[in-house]
């Protein structure tokens, strides 16, 4: 057996900066922001950063294009935090984007906002109506990518909201109108595939089009909504795999805090899948161990180990909903137990989801030791 590597990136978000917040919100800066800008920049080692400081000394009124270079920065910054961490594979955490269905919804036709509503904790997100059949003109995510791509020697991953969760996070008021009160059933699930099939293909799957043109070799898409209704996660498979169509890249799916009972079997039709990314550590012991009754949160791989769906697993090691930094030892046992189960060679390393909800401070840590735990996984199997 080839010595095994084990891949290690972020698949989410990152928090933003409190000077990349409050500049492009057009509130006041303060000396407090320059000062955290100031103390990352010099220890991430960003290059050109006091221009940065230069910029944010301003405090407020900034110009449009001084905006445009503040995210610039905030970008640079989040791409070095995750290199000097030692991840494999990078991105910018988001840096540029509102949230994740909001950044969708903002730039495809078809979409009118109806308000905020609550997500999770204390994080929200302004949820829009369908109106018409949605569609893009060109992609828009097209200028993030190009930025992280000259910033960085590292793989890139560009990691896009799939067309479910815009599904099942939006009120449809195009696709079941004048249907609902009364239809059927299945009147219903017409007009909720229709949608989603729109969606995946006028909407998601024409922006990945263009940044793979464009070079990017790795598509990530997000699917947080995917077990939200068991029922319907054949549609999550049609949608995914209607977004995969006619896409030379290596496309994988991100689905955190959900029962993946409910993914069997329908994940065995999923079409060149490279790879799930899942949640894992939020549910285990913090105990030491790789035996199986050591690690209870990651029981249903099992089921995976029995699927006949034979793609990798990013193995979520990393809790993003505490403080607690994962010593490099459990993150060792957490892959080590799931290599016994999977085989080493389908296993790749991520925290359960985004790590925005904690500081930067937090992340890196986090980050850092699970890396390091990704190292010592590897010398116990390969024995060096």
């Not at 020697?153 to 990691?159: E, F, G, H």
Request: glycine content about 8%; overall charge negative; some cysteine.
């Amino acid at each position: 057996m080839s010595e095994i590597r084990f891949t290690t990136r972020e698949i989410g978000s990152l928090a933003k900066p409190g000077w990349r917040v409050k500049s492009v919100s057009g509130r006041p800066v303060g000396s407090e922001d320059v000062e955290e800008a100031r103390r990352w920049g010099e220890r991430l080692g960003v290059e050109g950063r006091e221009r940065l400081f230069e910029l944010l000394a301003k405090g407020e009124g900034f110009t449009k294009e001084e905006r445009a270079e503040i995210q610039d920065f905030a970008a640079l910054y989040a791409i070095r935090l995750l290199e000097s961490a030692g991840l494999d594979v990078v991105y910018d955490g988001e840096q540029r984007r509102s949230e994740m269905y909001d950044h969708v919804a903002r730039h495809a036709r078809g979409f009118e906002s109806r308000g905020t509503v609550r997500s999770f904790d204390n994080k929200y997100y302004t949820k829009a109506a369908v109106v018409e059949r949605p569609r893009v003109e060109s992609p828009y995510d097209l200028e993030e990518f190009l930025f992280v791509r000259e910033h960085t020697d590292r793989v890139v991953k560009v990691p896009f909201t799939g067309a479910y969760t815009i599904l099942d996070w939006s009120y449809d008021e195009y696709y079941a109108a004048g249907s609902m009160l009364g239809a059927s059933a299945s009147r219903r699930a017409e007009a909720r595939r229709a949608f989603g099939l729109d969606v995946a293909r006028e909407v998601i799957r024409p922006n990945v089009e263009g940044l793979v043109e464009a070079g990017a070799g790795w598509v990530q898409i997000d699917e947080p909504a995917a077990t939200t209704r068991p029922e319907e996660v054949p549609l999550v498979v049609e949608t995914f795999n209607a977004t995969r169509e006619g896409i030379d890249a290596r496309t994988s799916m991100h689905i955190c805090f959900s029962d993946y009972a409910c993914l069997f079997p329908h994940i065995e039709d999923l079409v060149d899948c490279y790879e799930l990314q899942l949640e894992f550590a939020n549910r285990d012991s913090r105990e030491p161990g790789r035996k199986q009754e050591d690690r209870p949160g990651y029981a249903i791989l099992e089921k995976f180990a029995e699927s006949a769906w034979d793609g990798r697993i990013g193995l979520g090691v990393l809790d993003i909903h505490t403080n607690f930094i994962e010593p490099a030892e459990l993150v060792r046992d957490r892959i080590l137990h799931a290599a016994d189960v999977l085989g080493p060679e389908r296993i790749e390393v991520n925290p359960d989801c985004g790590l925005r909800t904690r500081t930067w401070e937090v992340a890196y840590e986090k980050l850092s030791n699970m890396v390091e735990g990704a190292r010592l996984a590897e010398r116990a199997i390969n024995g060096s």
